[in-house]
């Protein structure tokens, strides 16, 4: 695929996936379970334009959501940005397996569900909540020296009662992203684009081909001129010799006419 065109393409998709990341459906007022759309976006980009161009629009398009539009004055929450970033290269990487779409759909959604939601978006999301603690790097590290002891819910405990929820809105993705994949419409758009650098370089083609065809006629045609050249200057030349050959014959007859004269 042309480079320019993943790198537009990737672009689009970040700013959707921003869009995406914003305009959420929330379920409750800590915006801890919402109905999202990022699971669509972020997968077509894998799956389109590889994987790490869909890490990228995952991560992206949730780092910038974030600061376009923070919530309730929370710190960027690190383990659903990886989860994102994550998304997109599964999502890459089993679409390039050599299986029906539908069966590389579903295996991309059962492992995100399970590595993505139910463990790095949870974990995330039960840090921030739950723990109270900022949910980065820095947070993970004084977690271990966090007393646990007097936390209402555990991790385990906050993940289950989050399933439903995630199991619907990972449904509502996959059905959209079934939808889109069994149709082709977007694999119809990039092979309209792809085709247009392929005419140009054929059309280029054509054009040397006959630059070439041209010179290659020059050429002969220079050949012959020279070749025409040098066969009339050898019959000139040719003429002048037989010239100077019959005065030398006339002008040895005349002497012999002179001797026998004089004789």
């Given at each position: 695929?042309?480079?320019t ?20 459906i ?5 915006f ?17 334009l ?9 991560f ?37 397996l ?24 949870n ?6 909540v739950?723990?109270?603690?900022r ?9 271990f020296?966090t ?13 289950l ?7 619907l ?14 149709t082709?419409?977007?694999?119809k ?6 085709q ?32 025409t ?12 010799s037989?010239g100077?050959?019959q ?17």
């Amino acid at each position: 695929m042309n480079k320019t065109l993943v790198i537009t393409c990737t672009a689009m998709l970040c700013a959707l996936s921003v869009v995406a990341n914003v305009f959420t459906i929330p379920l409750v007022p800590n915006f801890s379970k919402v109905i999202s759309f990022t699971i669509f976006v972020t997968v077509l980009a894998g799956v389109y334009l590889g994987p790490w161009c869909g890490a990228a629009v995952g991560f992206l398009g949730d780092l910038i959501a974030h600061f376009a539009n923070p919530i309730g004055g929370m710190g960027y929450n690190w383990f659903i940005g990886l989860s994102c970033a994550l998304t997109g290269l599964i999502a890459g990487y089993i679409f390039r397996l050599k299986l029906h779409r539908l069966v590389k759909l579903a295996i991309t959604l059962a492992l995100c569900f399970l590595v993505c939601t139910s463990v790095l978006n949870n974990f995330g999301l039960w840090m921030q909540v739950i723990v109270g603690l900022r949910p980065s790097p820095s947070g993970f590290i004084m977690l271990f020296t966090t007393d646990l002891s007097q936390i209402k819910k555990t991790f385990w405990v906050y993940a289950l009662g989050r399933a439903p929820v995630a199991l619907l809105n990972t449904a509502i993705n996959g059905v959209l992203l079934a939808a889109i994949l069994q149709t082709k419409i977007i694999d119809k758009l990039f092979n309209h684009f792809n085709q247009k650098p392929d005419r140009a370089d054929k059309n280029t083609a054509v054009c040397c081909d006959s630059a070439a065809d041209n010179d290659e006629e020059n050429a002969l045609t220079s050949a012959a001129d020279n070749a025409t050249s040098a066969t009339t200057d050898g019959t000139v030349a040719a003429d002048n010799s037989s010239g100077n050959t019959q005065s030398s014959t006339d002008f040895k007859s005349q002497n012999s006419g002179i001797h026998s004269t004089k004789g």
